[in-house]
T-cell receptor, first 113, second 110 residues
Framework: GAGVSQSPSNKVTEKGKDVELRCDPI?????LYWYRQSLGQGLEFLIY????????KSGLPSDRFSAERTGGSVSTLTIQRTQQEDSAVYLC???????????FGQGTRLTVV | DAKTTQPNSMESNEEEPVHLPCNHS???????IHWYRQLPSQGPEYVIH???SNVNNRMASLAIAEDRKSSTLILHRATLRDAAVYYC???????????FGTGTRLKVLA
């Protein structure tokens, strides 16, 4: 694809349910990032994958959040037992190795009711 | 990660130049300075980046102080479409981990 693709674009879920958010990065990009943006707020770093290195999970807010990246390409962010405070736009970005620009997807808007 | 400080908001008139400042006094010698912007209801997009020398591209210019403790993003002729939140970021060298601060919300007046 031409850019970073995220799916679904919108997700409404009931409190307590698990959700999976998908990110398809640009082909060949070794770095992949997940961010969360609550309404009217800045981007909150969640997790960073770089090649085959262990991911930097320092931004995950709780153990209900996890992410994996299969085959160095597609990534899935999973939120277990969703809470209302998880409602936000979840953004994914990817970039090539080295000092290059990152490309962001359009995000998944998650609403927990 | 090196910390950056930006004004919360700025205003500019359309067709006039805009200078968006960023302070990064704890920058290390190998930290690149990156700028991204986020238009309303969109994901962030890359604007420009540099290390020591001033940089120009089709979107903007980046002026880096000689001591590298501050930088300025310059939009030469602001348009209404440039209204966005502008983020100055210093990725940690070798990791390219991007931590976004609060950025500067630029308002462009017609």
């Amino acid at each position: 694809g031409a850019g970073v693709s995220q799916s679904p674009s919108n997700k409404v879920t009931e409190k307590g349910k698990d959700v999976e958010l998908r990110c398809d990065p640009i082909s060949g990009h070794t770095a992949l990032y997940w961010y969360r943006q609550s309404l009217g707020q800045g981007l909150e770093f969640l997790i960073y994958f770089q090649g085959n290195s262990a991911p930097d999970k320092s931004g995950l807010p709780s153990d209900r959040f996890s992410a994996e990246r299969t085959g160095g390409s597609v990534s899935t962010l999973t939120i277990q037992r969703t809470q209302q405070e998880d409602s936000a736009v979840y953004l994914c970005a990817s970039k090539q190795s080295g000092d290059s620009e990152a490309f962001f997807g359009q995000g998944t808007r998650l609403t927990v009711v | 990660d090196a910390k950056t400080t930006q004004p919360n908001s700025m205003e500019s008139n359309e067709e006039e130049p805009v200078h968006l400042p960023c302070n990064h006094s704890t920058i290390s010698g190998t930290d690149y300075i990156h700028w991204y912007r986020q238009l309303p209801s969109q994901g962030p997009e890359y604007v420009i980046h540099g290390l020591t020398s001033n940089v120009n591209n089709r979107m903007a210019s980046l002026a880096i102080a000689e001591d590298r403790k501050s930088s300025t993003l310059i939009l030469h002729r602001a348009t209404l479409r440039d209204a966005a939140v502008y983020y100055c970021i210093l990725p940690t060298s070798g990791t390219y981990k991007y931590i976004f601060g609060t950025g500067t919300r630029l308002k462009v007046l017609a």
